[in-house]
Nanobody, 123 residues
Framework: QVQLVESGGGLVQAGGSLRLSCAASGRSFSSYAMGWLRQAPGKEREFVATISWSGALTAYADSVKGRFTISRDNAKNTVYLELNSLKPEDTAVYYC????????????????WGQGTQVTVSS
């Protein structure tokens, strides 16, 4: 099991950028696929991006493809999400999550979750 702590959220204007970080502690971080998911007010939690344990494979939601980039540094037990060209509809709490298996876009397959970090995009 891994423990996850997100950071880097904040308030940004539309068109701006942010970089979210997720620090992991616990066993065998490099054996976990990692994901970023988000939940906007009044909406269900949704998949944003995922990366395989090696970092070789990634996948993105259509809504963020070309604007967001997920990466990881297994030596630092950290996964990142670079958010560019932000839109007001990107406003949400962003969660880092870990899945002990291959990368997945399915929210329900993530076993470990962080507490979330708020991203607010003003128009």
């Amino acid at each position: 099991q891994v423990q996850l702590v997100e950071s880097g959220g904040g308030l940004v204007q539309a068109g701006g950028s942010l970089r979210l970080s997720c620090a992991a502690s616990g066993r065998s971080f490099s054996s976990y696929a990692m994901g970023w998911l988000r939940q906007a007010p009044g909406k269900e939690r949704e998949f944003v991006a995922t990366i395989s344990w090696s970092g070789a494979l990634t996948a993105y939601a259509d809504s963020v493809k070309g604007r967001f980039t997920i990466s990881r540094d297994n030596a630092k037990n950290t996964v990142y999400l670079e958010l560019n060209s932000l839109k007001p509809e990107d406003t949400a709490v962003y969660y880092c999550a870990a899945h002990h298996g291959p990368l997945t876009t399915r929210t329900g397959e993530y076993e470990n979750w962080g507490q979330g970090t708020q991203v607010t995009v003003s128009s």
